[in-house]
């Protein structure tokens, strides 16, 4: 199956400082989704991108897609420590099958 | 409240004996997937279901079964559970595999281990 790469793969900040992770794909993808998944609970949907190039924001959080359409990135600004989870990013083409990239493990030091 | 609920969230069994995890969207939503999230290895597709009666192989479907006999439900179906299916489950739902594309609901999750 596909595979898309998630770096860094853990990260520790310290309170109020900006976050960047990004996901890579071996294959274009035309839908990008970025997930947040707190300990013990599913992951929830935090931005999703549509088109090559596109900038969105949710809040601190900013995601792009990728103008090869095979990465996507995810900044979040002035972290807090409610900001801790894993961060997944997910690629589909047809709304039927996702793949989701290994996690960005984050941790927000007060 | 709008949800989707899996039973149970943690259970120990042994290698060979038939089980099933359940999940069920009280959203009315035609799609159903199932994941298995593993440590390095981020989310991976099961199985999915378009609508009722209606099921398809994800990317890892091998020693699975799933049902769509009614829009709400959609069981996962391990017949001879073996080690190397010790994982975190997902049962997630949309309104339609398309507008999955904007996203899906997860359940909380079911901690699977096999002995």
């Known amino acids: 199956g596909q595979q898309l790469n998630q770096s860094p793969q853990s990260m520790f900040i310290q309170e109020g400082e900006d976050v960047s992770m990004n996901c890579t794909s071996s294959?274009?993808?035309?839908?990008w989704l970025w997930y947040k998944q707190d300990p013990g609970e599913g992951p929830v949907l935090l931005i999703a991108?549509?088109?090559?190039?596109e900038l969105t924001s949710n809040g601190r959080l900013t995601a792009q897609f990728g103008i090869t359409r095979k990465d996507s990135f995810l900044n979040i600004s002035a972290s807090i420590p409610s900001d801790v989870g894993i961060y997944f990013c997910?690629?589909?083409?047809?709304?039927?099958?996702?793949?989701f990239g290994t996690g960005t493990s984050l941790t927000v030091i007060p | 409240e709008a949800q989707v609920t899996q039973n149970p969230r943690y259970l120990i069994t042994v290698t060979g004996k038939k089980l099933t995890v359940t999940c069920s969207q009280n959203?009315?939503?035609?799609?159903m997937s199932w994941y298995r999230q593993d440590p390095g290895l981020g989310l991976r597709q099961i199985y999915y279901?378009?609508?009722?009666?209606?099921?398809d192989k994800g990317d890892v479907p091998e020693g699975y079964k799933v049902s769509r006999k009614e829009k709400r439900n959609f069981p996962l179906i391990l017949e001879s559970p073996s080690p190397n299916q010790t994982s975190l489950y997902f049962c997630?739902?949309?309104?339609?595999?398309?507008?999955?594309?904007?996203?899906?609901?997860f359940g909380s999750g079911t901690r699977l281990t096999v002995v």
């Open positions: 997630a739902s949309s309104l339609s595999g398309v507008l999955a594309m904007r996203g899906y609901t």
């Open positions: 294959s274009i993808f035309n839908t």
């Open positions: 991108l549509y088109k090559a190039g």
């Open positions: 997910a690629g589909t083409n047809t709304g039927n099958q996702f793949y």
């Open positions: 959203m009315n939503h035609e799609y």
């Open positions: 279901s378009m609508n009722v009666e209606v099921t």
